[in-house]
T-cell receptor
Framework: AQSVTQLGSHVSVSEGALVLLRCNYS??????LFWYVQYPNQGLQLLLK??????LVKGINGFEAEFKKSETSFHLTKPSAHMSDAAEYFC?????????FGTGTQLKVEL | SQTIHQWPATLVQPVGSPLSLECTVE??????LYWYRQAAGRGLQLLFY??????ISSEVPQNLSASRPQDRQFILSSKKLLLSDSGFYLC????????????FGPGTRLLVL
């Protein structure tokens, strides 16, 4: 079954610094991959979705992710962090009728 | 536009009491519906999903059950709550299978004492 691994349950960056959140998928190449964001006490919302059409995927709020087959990775990046980016981020991969989520990375943005 | 509602927003229940959480979707027909649970330090766990009225697939054996009495209504229930049932319960819908975007509700925070 497909799975994803998120390295680093907590990441802290300074405002204005680069954000890098890591996600690696299991060995078989998935046709789809997702990044979702969850703000405190809210449901999840879609940040971006990889559909095999392009390896670099742009999402909302200035985030993007690059699919790298050689590294089995789909890391999420943002050039300059903003205080409003503080949230939990989940990578996810579909398999059968369900979506399998990673364990999440809590992003903290400091002044 | 489509919207998803969950209620109640928060709930404090004693161990052994029953549970009923409701989720409704507006603005779409025949959605796939999902129940997830987030427990502290345990990520997002899929509990049930449904592809149609009366069709429920269970992912995790436990004392919870789900029902879909109407096309856009999804109910999560328990006859007797356990302490371990505490968590943040999220309902979600999508237009099709797992490759489609899932849209999440605001969640219900359940504390079992």
């Amino acid at each position: 079954a497909q799975s994803v691994t998120q390295l680093g349950s907590h990441v802290s960056v300074s405002e204005g610094a680069l954000v890098l959140l890591r996600c690696n998928y299991s060995s078989s190449v998935p046709p789809y991959l997702f990044w979702y964001v969850q703000y405190p006490n809210q449901g999840l919302q879609l940040l971006l979705k990889y559909t095999s059409a392009a390896t670099l995927v742009k999402g909302i709020n200035g985030f993007e992710a690059e699919f790298k087959k050689s590294e089995t990775s789909f890391h999420l990046t943002k050039p300059s962090a903003h205080m409003s980016d503080a949230a939990e981020y989940f990578c996810a991969v579909p398999g059968g009728n369900k979506l399998t989520f990673g364990t999440g990375t809590q992003l903290k943005v400091e002044l | 536009s489509q919207t998803i509602h969950q209620w109640p927003a928060t709930l404090v229940q004693p161990v052994g009491s029953p549970l009923s959480l409701e989720c409704t979707v507006e603005g779409t027909s025949n959605p796939n519906l999902y129940w997830y649970r987030q427990a502290a330090g345990r990520g997002l766990q899929l509990l049930f999903y449904s592809v149609g009225i009366g069709q429920i697939s269970s992912e995790v054996p436990q004392n919870l059950s789900a029902s879909r009495p109407q096309d856009r209504q999804f109910i999560l229930s328990s006859k007797k709550l356990l302490l371990s049932d505490s968590g943040f319960y999220l309902c979600a819908w999508s237009t099709g299978g797992a490759v489609e975007t899932q849209y999440f509700g605001p969640g219900t925070r359940l504390l079992v004492l």
